[in-house]
């Protein structure tokens, strides 16, 4: 049963020009300890709110999606769905969304996955979190402002309670084959390396454009290879980048960051919209004149960004080839 949420509303679009910032955990299971490190800063132009176009992709999937209810304890994880086309029983993969919660682009973003040929669940983090107990969809039509509110609330053990219930859940599933990898974007990121230093039995932990736990002794329990993909406009988490890999190489632990050049942070998603749409002419010179430079520039940043994430997308596909 295919069904893709809308955010498409005027007022979202207002909201989402509007600054918020959020710090998450890099910590333990049981920490509660928060760094500034992990700020989200929101991205340009209300990409966020506006996201028909991957709302389009998602919807002319031929591939099966469903969204799926996850219990466990006394809570409730809703979680989307999608299943690859293929002959074999296929690794799953855990799509941990955005500051920005389940967006149309995450659930995209969950059936190009499964395009690859891999079982892709995303859950809805802020699931039974609004003040009617629903989620991202129950927040955004408020204000865009309070999901970044929300996800900055959410308990860290309750964040890793999620992950677990929904990774045993497509492990289980009869389509897969067993083996779970993980993947995060921006304070997903953040959120697939303190996952993979609170679970054990993941394949593979890849990192879009998130900080790592600064903790050694956290950061020693990971068992799974972690990938890094970085923007190389995004010095705020770059400058975290020495520390990681000088720790996680004094713990022997596989860390293969690479960094897209030119690209700004949140390039998945920004890489793969629609590009900038050209100024209307006003009659003012000058004004046109800034107007058009500004269009060139973010033209040169809309391509910088296509080119890093179809060139991550190839390294993230050979890599999960490998589980």
């Known amino acids: ?54 709302k389009a992709r998602a919807g002319k999937s031929p591939r099966h999606q469903e969204w799926v209810s996850i219990k466990y304890g006394t809570r409730t ?6 299943f690859p086309e293929v002959k074999k029983k296929a690794t ?10 389940m967006t149309d682009w995450v659930q995209s973003l969950t059936d190009q996955l499964a395009e690859a040929g891999y079982v892709a669940i995303a859950p809805d983090l802020l699931s039974g979190m609004a003040p009617k107990r629903g989620g991202t969809d129950e927040l955004a039509a ?3 402002r309070s999901v970044g509110q929300a996800i900055q609330a959410l308990p860290p053990d309750q964040v890793t309670a999620d992950l677990n219930a929904v990774a045993d859940y497509v492990a ?49 329990r ?11 406009n995004d010095a705020r988490i770059n400058a975290t980048l020495p520390a990681t890999t000088a720790a996680m190489k004094e713990l022997k632990k596989k860390f293969d960051p690479v960094t897209y050049e030119g690209a700004g942070h949140a390039f998945m ?11 209307k002419v006003r009659g003012d010179k000058e004004t046109e004149a800034n107007a058009a430079a500004a269009h060139q520039k973010a033209l040169v940043a809309y391509a910088a960004n296509q080119k890093a994430r179809d060139t991550a997308w190839v390294r993230w596909k050979k890599i999960l080839a490998k589980f």
């Open 92 to 101: 799953a993969v855990v799509v941990i969304h955005e500051i920005n919660g």
């Open 172 to 220: 289980k599933l009869p389509a897969a084959n067993g083996k779970v990898a993980v993947a995060g974007f921006c304070w997903g990121g953040t959120q697939s390396f303190r996952y993979a230093t609170n679970n054990s039995r993941l394949k593979g932990a890849f990192i879009f454009y998130g900080s790592a736990p600064e903790s050694k002794t956290d950061l020693a």
């Open 142 to 144: 408020v204000d865009r």
């Open 269 to 279: 998603r920004s890489g793969e919209g629609p590009p900038p749409e050209p100024p």
């Open 222 to 232: 990971i068992k799974a290879p972690v990938y890094g993909f970085y923007a190389g």
């Open 1 to 54: 049963m295919k069904s893709v949420r809308s955010l498409s509303n005027s007022i979202f679009l207002v909201a989402a020009l509007l600054s918020f910032s959020v710090l998450v955990s890099a910590q333990s299971q049981n920490s509660a300890h928060h760094h500034g490190n992990d700020a989200i800063e929101p991205d340009a132009a209300g990409a966020v709110a506006m996201q028909d176009w991957a």
């Open 77 to 82: 994880v809703n979680a989307f769905v999608v």
